[in-house]
DNA sequence: TTCGATGCAAATAGTTTGCATTCTA
DNA sequence: TAGAATGCAAACTATTTGCATCGAA
């Protein structure tokens, strides 16, 4: 898998959004480190989900120095801030993706392909657990799985369920 | 459906179904060992949700040489036979139990508690994500996050979601 | 010039694997 | 007695932490 391409799909003027994420930081008594700036830039460049290691080298093509600790701390940092989300789509590492892009996923058993699913998919669920048991879901967290269309087709063998 | 067909209606005598597992693995050319009675007999005994430490706990208490990565090895084997699934309820270890009790788990983001939901309750979406995605559901290997009623009430401060 | 943030090493948690040995069938 | 399963140690993956140092405000 790339390690984040070039520059994908920006969504929204990066260059305000990532000054934005900063002042944030730096109003609450954080400091702007470099670390920190290039971080928040790589997130912002680059649409979609990206585990540690993929952030990590990205990173470090632009400030080599940058540790995996580091980015771990600010990962956290930057996730109480509200500015990204972390979800685990499967046994392996989590994977992290801007706040603003939260939706479900349905992660394929067999052949681990991942899926995007509209929040509002979960309106219907989300109101029946409220109902039933006082669980107001967060659907974004971990990942559903299940089978995809096309492991279903080839019948692929395995497990039941 | 298990593939422990025949025999795996439980709710039954336990002993019955301690040794229709055993069977099982018998006529699979496996081997019936210590190791694998006493953890069959442990998953039969405890209802709920172990983990790997639980359940190596309570398989050392009656078998103290039986080392954790046989109960991993044999929770594999088991897995594959239907006997039990694993789920994962947050970022700790995951939890095994027997399939036959196979349900969706609802656990809270701030207090970590943990609920069982019925599988009908997935119905309407599982039809859903089929008809838009293909996607044939399985709502029991990991949790769903969310905030529970008590949280919900007490108001705990934390992320918002 | 003060602390918040960093780099690094080491610790931790959970799980898996290689291999010589043991024991079931 | 063949080879499946085990015990043990060590590897492995993902993540966290302690601590001396560094650098942003």
Known sequence: LPILGSMAVL????DGAVEAVLEELRARG?????????LVEVLFDSAG???VDELAAAVQARAPEVHV??????LEELERLGVIEHSH?????????????????????????????P???????GRELMRRYGFRLDA??????????????????????
Chains 1, 2 share one sequence.
Not at 30 to 37: E, F, L, P, S
Not at 69 to 74: A, D, E, L, M
Not at 89 to 114: D, E, K, Q, S
């Open 69 to 74: 600790s580091t980015i771990y701390r600010n």
């Open 89 to 117: 789509l499967g046994h392996g590492p989590a994977t992290y993706h801007l706040a603003a892009a939260a939706h479900a996923h349905l992660v394929c058993n067999a052949c681990g392909h991942a899926e995007e699913a």
């Open 30 to 38: 954080g400091r702007v480190t470099t670390a920190r700036r290039v």
């Open 119 to 125: 929040d509002e998919m979960f309106a219907g669920l």
């Open 140 to 161: 974004h967290h971990f990942a559903l799985l299940g089978r995809c269309r096309s492991c279903l087709q080839s019948g692929s063998p395995g497990d039941e369920a």
């Open 49 to 51: 989900h990206h585990t």
């Open 11 to 14: 969504a929204e003027p990066p």
